[in-house]
């Protein structure tokens, strides 16, 4: 597999822990001790520390590690238009198999579309800068939540308070909203020269784990007929993208302060979920939960890479590298290894508080990888 490849041999999901710098930053902010501009240098001094060590430890797809967000998706969808952040009355909406996370969520006000003045473009802008240099062969990779993340918000896990049906009577025209959104967000970010941009989404998970989908068909919504939905929106979202640029997805079960959401292997979303036209596809395959390769059946040889999360971000144990070897061999029953990478199976930091791990221990686990793909692509 060419180095030049994306997703690459070795491959991450995109937030690292926040260094003590930026945790103290923040509360320094909050607490008005310092300015947002302060705040802003102190974030891309980090960010300049974070971008030297990736490619240290040999990556190619290059993140700001997510260090300017508290959430890996809520500070990106509040800056739609249409869509507000907000404080539930009842807490967070989301009950984590450990921690529970911040009580923060976002939610439809009215008709959605892309701001061009949003401020990810700005961090990406900058993040590309310093990523890529000449005799470098880097690229700059950004991550942003999937449009059907504010489906599932909305339609699936709501907590009653949604006036989704009040602005969009019609769903069909929320639907297309949410694609015509992400085409703009899509062609902006292809205007500043991104060549790497990655969906993360949690909602497929959501349409696999058997008690949500028990749940779903409770409330006489199909999970199927939502997936099929699913797979629309980020087709028509897709349609027409730039052909330098590469667009993959992260399958997640959830990951907050090393606790998870979701349960439950591939197959009831297999279908729907390889049938769009997403150039790359991040799955969680770190333990258990995750079930067995056999969904993969369903991936067309179009081109697509499947990056198998083998190592998981959350505990700081090294996993046996034979056990990663067997299990990507494993994979080829139903992918060519030509068309498979392997990457940790999430973030170490979906929210700013991070895993529970050190930083030293999340470089190991992605060194742990790169041994392991110099063995098995070589």
Known sequence: MSKNQIPFTVDQVGSFLR???????????????????????????????????????????????????????????????????????????????GKA????????????????????????????SIVEVPDDPSIAKATIPSPTMILRQELLANDGSTKIHEIYPDLTEFYHDLAVTYHDVIAAYAKLGCRYLQFDDTNWAFLADQQKRTELKEKGIDPDQIAAICTTIINEALKDKPANI?????????????????????????????????????LEYDSERAGDFAPLRYWKNNGSQVVLGLVTSKFSELEDPLKIEARIKEATQYIPLDYLSISPQCGFASTEEGNHLTEEQQWQKITLLQKVAAKIWS
Do not use: M
Request: with cysteine; hydrophobic share 35%.
């Open 19 to 97: 260094p003590a710098s930026i945790k103290q930053a923040r509360i320094d902010f909050t607490n008005k001790k310092i300015t947002s501009e302060q705040l802003r240098k102190i974030e891309n001094t980090a960010i300049k520390e974070l971008v030297q060590k990736q490619k240290q430890v040999g990556l190619h797809g290059i993140t700001d590690g997510e260090f300017r967000r508290s959430f890996w998706h809520l500070d990106f969808l509040e800056h739609l238009n249409g869509l507000e952040g907000y404080v539930p009355d009842h807490g967070y909406n989301q009950h984590f198999h």
């Open 246 to 282: 590469t667009i993959t997805t992260h399958i997640c079960r959830g990951n907050h302060a090393s606790s998870w959401l979701f349960s439950g292997g591939y197959e009831p979303i297999a279908k729907n979920l390889f049938a769009t036209l997403y150039d790359g596809y991040f």
């Open 101 to 128: 996370a911040p009580s923060y969520n976002v939610r439809v006000v009215d008709k959605i579309s892309f701001d061009q003045h949003h401020p990810f473009l700005a961090d990406f802008a900058y993040l590309k």
